[in-house]
């Protein structure tokens, strides 16, 4: 995969840092939830372990990330990052080859739901221009793995986005007919509002 820079929305205070202990809470595969502090993974791509206490008093831990289905991050008792270690596909595997997904990664959840979506920002910059691409995914409960939807980039003053609606929305025939008629509204940017609204109707 190429290199990526991930910002986190964790990251809107200046004092808080990757490498410093925050509050979670980690809910494994078997359905145990654990309270405590962690730090986040400095490398999201590469964190085979996260590392865990109890409290500050506490020594720390590695917990293998394959362990761990979700954690969430909170300061001040807000939650303000969520994130989950899976394997997912983006445009740039599909004319390659359908099943080269990667392998599982730390990657920021954005809605929770019978659909969840997920977001992956890389920054780059050249020069004095500096643009951020968001890369966003979608999956539901019985697939084995996110698949890329939403491409959006922001280049200076100029946004560039595709969608790949696909069947994710067939089950929904009025917004699979908005995103193909690229009405106000239902384009890639709106991908929060859109996934909310799929949720919403599948309740």
């Known amino acids: 995969m190429f290199p990526r820079l991930f910002i986190f929305l964790f990251f809107f205070c200046g004092y808080v840092q990757a490498q410093t202990f925050h509050k979670v809470v980690i809910f494994q595969h078997d359905g145990t939830q654990i309270d405590g502090l962690a730090k986040l993974p400095a490398f999201m791509s590469d964190s085979k372990t996260i590392s865990f206490k109890m409290d500050n008093s506490s020594k720390t831990q ?7 289905k979700t954690i ?8 303000i990052l969520e994130i989950e270690y899976i394997r997912y596909l983006s445009f740039f595997d599909v004319s390659n080859n359908w099943q080269n997904v990667s392998a599982p990664e730390w990657i920021e959840v954005l809605v929770r739901g019978d659909m969840m979506l ?5 920054t780059s910059r050249n020069g004095q221009r500096k643009s951020t691409i968001y890369h966003y ?30 069947d994710y929305f067939a089950n929904t025939p009025e917004i699979e007919r ?16 859109i996934v909310n609204e799929y949720n919403s109707l599948k309740k």
Request: aromatic fraction near 16%; glycine fraction near 4%; hydrophobic fraction near 30%.
């Open 178 to 193: 908005k995103i193909t008629r690229r009405e106000e509204g239902y384009s890639a940017k709106d991908i929060v509002n």
């Open 137 to 166: 995914f979608v999956k539901r409960e019985n697939e084995e793995f996110a698949t890329e939807i939403a491409y959006v980039r922001y280049k200076g003053d100029f946004l560039i986005y595709r969608m790949e609606a696909g």
């Open 118 to 122: 997920y977001v992956i920002k890389e």
């Open 72 to 79: 969430c991050y909170y300061l001040r008792d807000k939650k």
């Open 62 to 68: 590695k917990m293998k990330s394959n362990d761990i």
